[in-house]
């Protein structure tokens, strides 16, 4: 069965408060449920289905997901979706994924960011500039991303819509009785909204054959599969799925604002008129909200679609009723400054869609749309624009100077959602019910009682929820941006530290990141949490280029990200560094030139020959001086300060000596030598050039028994 978006529901939220949460689309709900979870790291099977179910995180494709080279399907990184019984034909499923590591806001940044982009990326007028974007415009998509071009149109921005991830490229299948099918994005079979497993978000399938039972990996039972499959590109980090709900259904802690009319006895609708109807309407209501006109179905220009939610046709003299999910607050009064009040505040989002009925002839009336700005000041005297408080529900119509008047007696009809605001917080695992309201017998017709007796809850808490920010808060944001070099600094005095990357983590991202990169620690800092990338390290220098070591490259600021995979010699892939540079390049100073790189790596292997104190188990002294030198050579968490291996910081043979005589177990150091990339190192330490970091090699070490 299908709930339809608008649909309402009822979430328990405690002490006997229950907060209307409405569907924000339309969603399937089938039987099948998902018993079996298994991941395949490219090597081999893991059963992942108690973790899952039990709320544990999940390695969807392993620690180290990489490739087969040459790429074999059989050998790729995969996460298997087993069902108790065959998903149904051409039916979309859906599928809800949370992962470890996302940031706040992450999916709204990334749309805000392609939204600036295709503004700033609009093809000119000018017929002698024939194309955009330029080459090599490090503001628009390039290779790195293999984003699909988007059609331009001259002199207009293309809509934004979520873009893929900057490197990795998954496919979706469904198990036949003959094998392995991929489904088509282009033929609507599959929508991933989590951008190949990265990002919180809804996987949603629509399967155009049967599928077959069948035994696979390491689970004996057999199961109806679905299989999310790696085919291209890299991770910045392993995806961790944190869980993944059937049937989901994703809402917003809002109610739609419904408005009931009177129509008068002599009208004769036009058009087929019944509860649940989405439509345009043309209508005229005169100056008492009586409707004198209603015809359904008609595309008339502006006119918003409209739910009836009840209807009764005016028969045998006597006036009929219809509820519409747009209310009438007011009429134009011809005089400036009218501010008309909406019913139930706070607005949903600050959002209103309003619309005047114009002209006041009830036998001509047609609609006129404004614009939603957020002050008048700009406004032309024939411009029709309004402004909103949302929190009082108050609307702002213009003067005739700035702004035009809503004409005498002209309706003015509202249609906009009303919420809790931040009352509206739900934490996990609440009750939930349909809720017994006409809207949801219009929506669901005879589906109603089968929904009502379904057992719902959130396995997550709710995100996001604020009341209108006040002078206080706005204030404090506003010192928080303009402060946010400084905090930075004085996170990292002059004198004391040159850069973030030695200091912890967590109180580095604690500090805003400023809009603008004005310092080397301000690259730093920004470069750590850009919107759709996983960065665990990053280090920047002035004057210096990799690509010419020893020279003074005036003006450059050398950005160098060290992500968390591959294991053992993390290295950006082509497309994290494409998208680091994209985001970096938009807020740089004017005229710095910016490269953004990965590190450098030296192997380095320690050659020793150890001596145990008495009784010591020989085999787990050498492999605990194995495992230590690996740790303190690691460039994620090794280094003095187990923050990974500082940037440019030598090998000390003094240090290494250390490492290897506090394993337990180790009396003393008999002899002990470090070689570089396989090359002895004569003065005993070895030197790291400035952007690049050590890894550790196949240690040769002998252990002497007492």
């Given at each position: 069965?299908?709930?339809?978006?608008?649909?309402?529901?009822?979430?328990?939220?405690?002490?006997?408060?229950?907060?209307?949460?409405?569907?924000l689309d339309d969603a399937s709900l089938v039987e099948a449920q998902c018993g079996v979870i298994q991941s395949?790291?490219?090597?081999?099977?893991?059963?992942?289905?108690?973790?899952?179910?039990?709320?544990?995180?999940?390695?969807?494709?392993?620690?180290?997901?990489?490739?087969?080279?040459?790429?074999?399907?059989?050998?790729?990184?995969?996460?298997?979706?087993?069902?108790?019984?065959?998903?149904p034909k051409n039916v979309p499923i859906r599928l809800y994924f949370r992962f470890d590591g996302a940031m706040?806001?992450?999916?709204?940044?990334?749309?805000?960011?392609?939204?600036?982009?295709?503004?700033?990326?609009?093809?000119?007028?000018?017929?002698?500039?024939?194309?955009?974007?330029?080459?090599?415009?490090?503001?628009?998509?390039?290779?790195?991303?293999?984003?699909?071009?988007?059609?331009?149109?001259?002199?207009?921005?293309?809509?934004?819509?979520?873009?893929?991830?900057?490197?990795?490229?998954?496919?979706?299948?469904?198990?036949?009785?003959?094998?392995?099918?991929?489904?088509?994005?282009?033929?609507?079979?599959?929508?991933?909204?989590?951008?190949?497993?990265?990002?919180?978000?809804?996987?949603?399938?629509?399967?155009?054959?049967?599928?077959?039972?069948?035994?696979?990996?390491?689970?004996?039972?057999?199961?109806?599969?679905?299989?999310?499959?790696?085919?291209?590109?890299?991770?910045?980090?392993?995806?961790?799925?944190?869980?993944?709900?059937?049937?989901?259904?994703?809402?917003?802690?809002?109610?739609?604002?419904?408005?009931?009319?009177?129509?008068?006895?002599?009208?004769?609708?036009?058009?087929?008129?019944?509860?649940?109807?989405?439509?345009?309407?043309?209508?005229?209501?005169?100056?008492?909200?009586?409707?004198?006109?209603?015809?359904?179905?008609?595309?008339?220009?502006?006119?918003?679609?409209?739910?009836?939610?009840?209807?009764?046709?005016?028969?045998?003299?006597?006036?009929?009723?219809?509820?519409?999910?747009?209310?009438?607050?007011?009429?134009?009064?011809?005089?400036?400054?009218?501010?008309?009040?909406?019913?139930?505040?706070?607005?949903?989002?600050?959002?209103?869609?309003?619309?005047?009925?114009?002209?006041?002839?009830?036998?001509?009336?047609?609609?006129?749309?404004?614009?939603?700005?957020?002050?008048?000041?700009?406004?032309?005297?024939?411009?029709?624009?309004?402004?909103?408080?949302?929190?009082?529900?108050?609307?702002?119509?213009?003067?005739?100077?700035?702004?035009?008047?809503?004409?005498?007696?002209?309706?003015?009809?509202?249609?906009?959602?009303?919420?809790?605001?931040?009352?509206?917080?739900?934490?996990?695992?609440?009750?939930?019910?349909?809720?017994?309201?006409?809207?949801?017998?219009?929506?669901?017709?005879?589906?109603?009682?089968?929904?009502?007796?379904?057992?719902?809850?959130?396995?997550?808490?709710?995100?996001?929820?604020?009341?209108?920010?006040?002078?206080?808060?706005?204030?404090?944001?506003?010192?928080?941006?303009?402060?946010?070099?400084?905090?930075?600094?004085?996170?990292?005095?002059?004198?004391?530290?040159?850069?973030?990357?030695?200091?912890?983590?967590?109180?580095?991202?604690?500090?805003?990141?400023?809009?603008?990169?004005?310092?080397?620690?301000?690259?730093?800092?920004?470069?750590?949490?850009?919107?759709?990338?996983?960065?665990?390290?990053?280090?920047?220098?002035?004057?210096?280029?990799?690509?010419?070591?020893?020279?003074?490259?005036?003006?450059?600021?050398?950005?160098?990200?060290?992500?968390?995979?591959?294991?053992?010699?993390?290295?950006?892939?082509?497309?994290?560094?494409?998208?680091?540079?994209?985001?970096?390049?938009?807020?740089?100073?004017?005229?710095?030139?910016?490269?953004?790189?990965?590190?450098?790596?030296?192997?380095?292997?320690?050659?020793?020959?150890?001596?145990?104190?008495?009784?010591?188990?020989?085999?787990?002294?050498?492999?605990?001086?194995?495992?230590?030198?690996?740790?303190?050579?690691?460039?994620?968490?090794?280094?003095?300060?187990?923050?990974?291996?500082?940037?440019?910081?030598?090998?000390?043979?003094?240090?290494?000596?250390?490492?290897?005589?506090?394993?337990?177990?180790?009396?003393?150091?008999?002899?002990?030598?470090?070689?570089?990339?396989?090359?002895?190192?004569?003065?005993?330490?070895?030197?790291?050039?400035?952007?690049?970091?050590?890894?550790?090699?196949?240690?040769?070490?002998?252990?002497?028994?007492?």
């Open positions: 069965m299908v709930v339809p978006h608008g649909t309402v529901f009822l979430a328990d939220a405690g002490a006997g408060v229950r907060l209307p949460f409405q569907t395949c790291d490219g090597k081999r099977f893991h059963d992942r289905s108690r973790a899952a179910r039990e709320l544990l995180p999940v390695q969807v494709f392993g620690p180290n997901p990489l490739l087969p080279q040459p790429y074999a399907t059989a050998k790729a990184p995969a996460l298997l979706l087993g069902f108790d019984r065959a998903l706040r806001n992450e999916r709204q940044r990334l749309l805000d960011e392609a939204a600036e982009v295709a503004l700033e990326c609009v093809q000119p007028q000018d017929p002698c500039t024939p194309r955009c974007p330029p080459k090599n415009d490090p503001w628009c998509a390039d290779a790195f991303t293999s984003r699909p071009a988007t059609p331009l149109v001259p002199g207009k921005a293309a809509t934004p819509t979520l873009p893929p991830h900057h490197s990795v490229r998954t496919v979706w299948e469904y198990l036949a009785a003959d094998g392995w099918h991929v489904l088509d994005p282009l033929a609507g079979e599959v929508d991933d909204q989590t951008r190949g497993l990265t990002l919180d978000g809804p996987v949603t399938l629509r399967i155009p054959g049967d599928m077959a039972a069948t035994s696979v990996g390491v689970v004996s039972t057999p199961s109806f599969y679905l299989r999310c499959r790696l085919v291209r590109g890299a991770y910045d980090s392993a995806p961790v799925m944190l869980g993944i709900t059937m049937n989901a259904l994703v809402t917003e802690q809002a109610m739609p604002a419904l408005g009931r009319y009177t129509i008068a006895a002599t009208v004769v609708p036009v058009g087929a008129i019944a509860p649940g109807l989405r439509t345009q309407f043309l209508l005229a209501i005169d100056a008492n909200g009586v409707i004198q006109r209603l015809e359904a179905g008609v595309a008339a220009p502006h006119a918003p679609e409209l739910i009836v939610v009840d209807y009764t046709a005016p028969a045998a003299g006597k006036t009929g009723e219809i509820t519409l999910d747009i209310v009438r607050i007011a009429s134009g009064t011809g005089l400036p400054e009218q501010h008309p009040a909406l019913p139930d505040a706070p607005v949903s989002r600050g959002q209103v869609t309003l619309r005047t009925l114009e002209p006041a002839d009830t036998s001509m009336q047609h609609w006129v749309d404004w614009t939603q700005r957020l002050d008048l000041d700009s406004a032309k005297p024939s411009d029709r624009r309004f402004s909103l408080l949302p929190m009082e529900g108050e609307l702002h119509l213009g003067d005739g100077v700035r702004g035009r008047m809503a004409p005498n007696d002209a309706p003015i009809l509202a249609k906009f959602r009303s919420t809790a605001a931040s009352g509206g917080a739900l934490a996990a695992a609440r009750s939930w019910s349909l809720a017994d309201i006409a809207l949801n017998h219009a929506l669901l017709g005879p589906l109603f009682s089968t929904v009502a007796s379904a057992r719902l809850n959130n396995t997550f808490p709710s995100d996001g929820g604020a009341d209108a920010e006040d002078l206080g808060a706005a204030a404090t944001r506003a010192a928080a941006a303009l402060w946010s070099h400084e905090r930075l600094v004085r996170l990292c005095p002059r004198g004391e530290c040159a850069t973030l990357d030695q200091l912890e983590r967590a109180s580095v991202l604690d500090l805003p990141e400023p809009d603008r990169a004005t310092t080397l620690l301000d690259f730093e800092r920004i470069a750590l949490e850009v919107p759709g990338t996983r960065v665990r390290r990053a280090r920047a220098w002035a004057e210096l280029d990799p690509a010419y070591p020893g020279l003074e490259a005036s003006g450059t600021v050398t950005v160098v990200v060290v992500p968390e995979l591959p294991l053992g010699k993390p290295q950006p892939s082509r497309g994290l560094l494409g998208a680091l540079r994209r985001w970096l390049n938009r807020r740089r100073v004017l005229c710095t030139r910016l490269v953004v790189v990965g590190p450098e790596y030296i192997t380095v292997t320690v050659n020793a020959r150890v001596r145990t104190v008495g009784g010591a188990d020989a085999s787990r002294v050498h492999a605990d001086v194995v495992k230590a030198l690996d740790s303190f050579l690691d460039p994620l968490v090794g280094g003095p300060s187990g923050r990974g291996w500082p940037f440019g910081r030598d090998v000390y043979r003094s240090e290494i000596l250390q490492v290897v005589d506090q394993v337990r177990g180790v009396d003393h150091v008999l002899e002990l030598t470090i070689s570089a990339d396989d090359r002895a190192v004569a003065c005993g330490n070895l030197c790291v050039p400035p952007t690049w970091l050590v890894t550790s090699g196949a240690h040769v070490i002998e252990v002497a028994t007492t």
